[in-house]
């Protein structure tokens, strides 16, 4: 079997494979992270991680509790998938969520990612990651209000019954979650209109981009709007898998 971790900002995802199939999954808060679970046998473990400062911890847990040194995928490493800009800058998550995409869904296409940070991705229809954008995330932006305001209470983010909101909660709500998506909307629709002005006219048709979102929040966002085609939560994670299948081969059948 294969482990699979996504070490992010906000939770350490654990995801276990036999084979191509995700047969547990399980999170804990990053700033908490103490030890991974022991209770299976694995040959292989894949990491994408945007924590430096808890690279070394997982790295040792990893070899004391499974006896497996683990891979770290970065920008400079990662095969399958052209990096086009800054290897040594570029999140490993996102490269990663490129080369799922590319492989299950085709290119060119448009990754959203909606994890600490909102990220959005561009591979092109010949496997290359262009680049994106970066915006802060839905709790990122929940939390700021809460902190550097002296009344707005820290709400759950949920959608409210009416973008027109009728108390505090609910108006942050709308902003939240409307606001969001909103800001998907024009971003997802920008970067299309830049990628069609950049591809030939008589290919535009034939190289329809197509969109993926992923992250804890995907599903509440992705249910208001139509500009996202496939929500696949699991992205990053199998991505992991693909390239530790190819690491390690057969072994972790």
């Not at 920008?75 to 399958?80: A, L, P, S, T």
């Not at 108390?167 to 909307?185: N, P, R």
């Not at 197509?210 to 599903?219: F, H, M, N, P």
């Not at 249910?223 to 994670?237: G, S, W």
Request: glycine share 10%.
């Amino acid at each position: 079997m294969l482990l699979t971790i996504d070490l992010g900002n906000t939770n350490v995802v654990f995801g276990l494979f036999r084979g191509k199939r995700l047969v547990q999954q399980w999170r804990q808060p990053s700033d908490r992270f103490r030890k991974v679970p022991h209770n299976f046998k694995c040959e292989g473990v894949m990491v994408a991680s945007v924590v430096p400062a808890l690279d070394h911890a997982l790295r040792v847990e990893v070899k004391k509790r499974l006896g497996v040194s683990p891979h770290f995928v970065t920008g400079r490493n990662i095969k399958g998938i052209r990096v086009k800009v800054n290897k040594s800058e570029v999140g490993a998550d996102r490269v990663v969520d490129a080369l799922a995409a590319f492989r299950l869904y085709g290119g060119p296409c448009l990754i959203v990612d909606f994890g600490t940070a909102t990220t959005f991705d561009v591979v092109s229809a010949e496997g290359e990651y262009l680049g994106g954008s970066i915006a802060p995330g839905i709790m990122l932006g929940r939390d700021a209000l809460y902190e550097r305001t002296a009344k707005l209470p820290l709400v759950e983010i949920k959608t409210p019954r009416s973008v027109i909101g009728t108390d505090t909660v609910t108006a942050i709500q709308s902003g939240l979650v409307f606001g969001y998506v909103a800001m998907v909307e024009g971003m997802i629709q920008r970067i299309k209109l830049k990628s069609k002005n950049a591809v030939p006219a008589g290919r535009q048709e034939k190289l329809k981009m197509r969109v993926i979102a992923t992250g804890g929040l995907a599903g509440l966002i992705c249910r208001h709007t139509k500009a996202v085609e496939f929500v696949d939560p699991h992205l990053t994670l199998k991505g992991l898998q693909m390239i530790g299948e190819e690491i390690y081969g057969r072994r972790t059948k």
